[in-house]
């Protein structure tokens, strides 16, 4: 078994809001990140896909081809967008780091075609980052 | 003559567009980052201020102070916000990097307490950064 | 299950120095890391939380929170400080990355209000860190 | 148990190229990998070892052993090389970073004298990194 | 004057070696970097270019059209390559960073149609770079 | 003319404190950088020499020699080592990064056999650096 991680970057903005809770509690929980007009940050995505070697190429999968899926099946989604309003996957879903590297997982599984997806990490910014396993 | 730098970093959106052109000059100048809610970076911003050793201290300005000038100019008016609404200093001014970059300037330059403003750098992604020395 | 991760940085000092050890044996095993007045480093410090998503906010555990857990339990207590003399949770522990990795751990463990504390990695250079799961 | 990680960096150079196929094959997978020149990275090389921190040291193994293992069994075997023709535990192997990666892992394994070898993760390029765990 | 900066990767591989010297001087030049195979880098190049901004656009020169510039009239001739043998504008020319850096510039002068080239900066490893303004 | 520069690592700690000064005055100017055990940094640095590429190497100067000037001149004296008790070049000299990165440019001034000194930058933190140029 081994693991192949391709990262790739994408800028997007966002804004942290719960339509169901009043202003006076998104504020409380989301302080600055509740601002109206949102904010971005150059998020950073690390794909993890666990399998075994093909001896006649020596890939577990070319990375050039794991590229072209995270490609289509993400940045042509998220890049240069907002996640409150363009992005499909996230439609009523609060856009945390939490919840848009689970999307991303969702928009992944099942489109690997050798190997299975491990994990998607997503740095949000230098500091903070999230991961998920499925 | 010595130089020192304080590194800050920001989360914020923009939008590239300017009202004066029509739909399709802003699309083919700006393409994706035209894009009508914006998207955002992690912007990295590293200011240099040139000058002489105070021998008291042996710094030429104590760089909390210089952290502080940047919080309370820059930091406090441009993190988690979104510059084509936001941001009093980029009023009416399109928020390319360039823009950008001249524009922090301007909200230090007479700020420096000891030695003297002498570059602006704005780093908008790992890949693309502006520099601005007045 | 998802996992979320705050970076923090510190600067300290240490010295290892066994002193149930002769000198010798200290210079053999310690080398220049045994030097008398010690040196030191800017650690970087990564905690990682797992646990499950709060869909009221999104968030497993908001990071501005888990940043002011690691800044009041572990950074006050070693930044600009040196770990042979100034840090409680280190006394009478030779200060080793392995060592401090651990007492953070400690310092930690019990007070996350929500998910699980999942590891501590410490770096010391950037060539050198060691994690701890527990 | 505690994992504690050296980084070393190593420059050299390699073609993906099975002799095994033809030429348009080749191409067809490698792609520009399959120049017959071959080019070259700055690998980046994580190797972490998990065990028991020795009272007596503090240490789990000196991080300065690890880096001479590392150094007498991977680097000085791979460095300023080019895989395809100068590294004798990767004939007749595809220098993929997946292979090369098993490759680093077969020359340390057995040769750790604490501990126990955990994983060897290879970076290629800033975008592109594999990991093996036995 | 504002400077704007794009960095580009590419990875290739080069061998040290004057052939007007003796293998015994080019081994003492050259050391390891003479290894008759080569050994190869992922470079990492940076690109200024010095000018006005213009106001209609906010930019000094679109950063997508230099980078446009720069995969034209260099990564495309150097990525993946071999600077012995594959590049036509280092014929001749002992492929030192040095050499390589102001190869680039050559290529780069008299092509950018907005501002003026004002440096070019080559990464070799982390450790090493080397920077050429004409 | 071209500029190449070698970076270095070096671990080493300090104490921001003029004895000439109150104990409280120290606290007003330094803060916990006055703590009395010191603190310490993985300092970068960066040292930059300009001349003209030789052309029977095509190097200005071996990046290997030049990182030998900087390892006996410099790392030898500082690495593992406390500004205030351990380093020749810094007696009676407060260790900010301002004096120790002039303290560096002393230390290698005239030991360059090709080209020419042309700036020392240092590294204190990710966020905070000097440059001096002589």
């Known amino acids: 078994m081994i693991y192949i991680t391709r990262r790739e970057v994408f800028a997007a903005s966002h804004r942290l809001y719960n339509p169901d809770l009043s202003e006076e509690e998104n504020e409380l929980i989301y302080d600055k990140c509740a601002n109206p007009y949102g904010h971005g940050h150059n998020y950073i ?14 890939y577990l999968l070319d990375l050039k081809e794991l590229k072209k899926i995270i490609k289509e099946n993400v940045i042509a989604k998220v890049d240069h967008r907002h996640f409150n309003f363009d992005v499909d996957f996230m439609k ?43």
């Open 45 to 58: 995505l690390e794909v993890v896909v666990a399998g075994e070697i093909d001896p006649r190429t020596g």
């Open 92 to 134: 009523g879903i609060i856009p945390t780091a939490e919840n848009i590297c689970i999307g991303i997982w969702n928009q992944l599984a099942g489109k690997i075609p050798a190997g299975k997806l491990h994990s998607v990490k997503l740095y949000e910014t230098e500091n903070n980052y999230v991961e998920y396993k499925g």
